[in-house]
């Protein structure tokens, strides 16, 4: 009798050259983050809108603008493991679909509230499918090619909002702020079948669940280009779980419990500059002079970087130490930042601003393929999906307590000062989770680290 040949899951895709499929799913998880980003800056663009069909005053919006933050963070927390134990394709076409129905509720609400709550359980399926987009795009991508490829799909985001605010200007003066909420529920459900039809599951992901051998087979070929014998067995060579545990233990376990931490007190950071500047810089920059266009439009530079600094990024955590990469990309965020708030001419300010953004978006979407990296298959679904759950926590922190640190009177310098500090916190924190990260490999592999200086 011969023995069935193995199969290594991952290096296969490693191994082979990146096929038609391989694009098809970078454009459809694309597609995904893009409806995301879409969806998400939706309600800021209509809030003048709802102002004056609801007849309420601007301060009553807060919980409509900010709902959909919070169903962001739940939704992630809660997918992850989902995404995990019942595959991700799945746990992505019911999320798609899922927002997309409660967005088509949403346009037509008659109340503040009852928009709130819809907004809420809208935001829960968009963390969920943005999550698992990342997670997928980063198991079917061959490591060479995986962090380009993982923030290229999160370049969707910065697009679909700024598709948001395009689609919003020209529906509303003809179909009012519901016309704007009905394309924004009826495109996820197109993307949702085109999903279903299209999207494969990820290989690694049922190799490591030990899922039936032919499936594989299946979904592997299809990946890959390649042909595999009946006789094959397939396998995912990374730790699986064990004794029962889920991955939400797996990921809070010795070996990765620090290094959670560490990703999510930088993303954290991350966002809570990112909501605060994007919130709030228009109100900082009229404050000392600006008029409100010049405002807006110095503000719109800070996310317009956004694409270039996140695909080049990606090209050097391909091609270097990803902690590092990302680490200084925080870095230049923070003195960027601060130099912006030392002041100068608009010309000046414009570039400072362009590039902090072009930095801070290159940092920040970078964590995906950072935290894809860390996991294994068997918990890197709740893994990226926790970093970006808990992340959001930042982003609601910056939107809700903006008000706040403009209310300690810093002014414009003092305020982009002090937002020059999380940035370097985030700087230092993968900074530190390299240097475990490398103290827990020598450790595994028996060198004594106090010994050995490292």
Known sequence: MSTPRTVDVTACIDQRPISGCQWLVMLLCFLIVLVDGFDTAMAGYIAPALVDDLGVPRTALGPVLSAALFGLAAGSLLAGPLADR?????????????????????????????????????????????????????????????????????????????????????????????????????????????????????????????????????????LTGSRFDDAAAFVSGEPGLHGGRSAAAMILSAPYRFGSAMLWITYFMGLLIFYVLTAWMPLLMKDVGFTAAKAAALTALFPLGGGVGSLLAGWLMDRTRLHRVVAVAYAATGVLIFAAGRGGSVEQLSALIFLAGAAMNGAQTSMGSLAAAYYPTACRATGVAWMLGFGRLGGILGALGGSTLLGWQLGFGGTFSLLAVPAMIAAAALLIKEASDARRQLTALGIDVARTGA
């Open 86 to 222: 019942f595959g991700r394709k799945p746990v992505i076409v019911g999320s798609v679909l899922l927002f997309g129905l409660w967005s088509l509720a949403a346009a037509a609400a008659g109340s503040v509230a009852s928009l709130a709550a819809l907004r809420l359980l809208t935001g829960l399926g968009l963390g969920a499918a943005m999550s698992n987009a990342l997670t997928l795009m980063s198991e079917c991508s061959p490591q060479r090619r995986r962090s380009v490829m993982v923030n290229a799909v999160f370049c969707g985001f910065p697009v679909g909002a700024a598709l948001s605010g395009l689609l919003a200007a020209w529906m509303m003066p003809r179909y009012g702020w519901r016309g704007v909420m009905l394309t924004g529920g009826a495109v996820p459900l197109l993307l949702a079948l085109a999903l279903a039809l299209w999207l494969p599951e990820s290989a690694r992901h049922m190799a490591s669940r030990g899922v039936g051998a032919e499936r594989i087979r299946r979904t592997l070929a299809r």
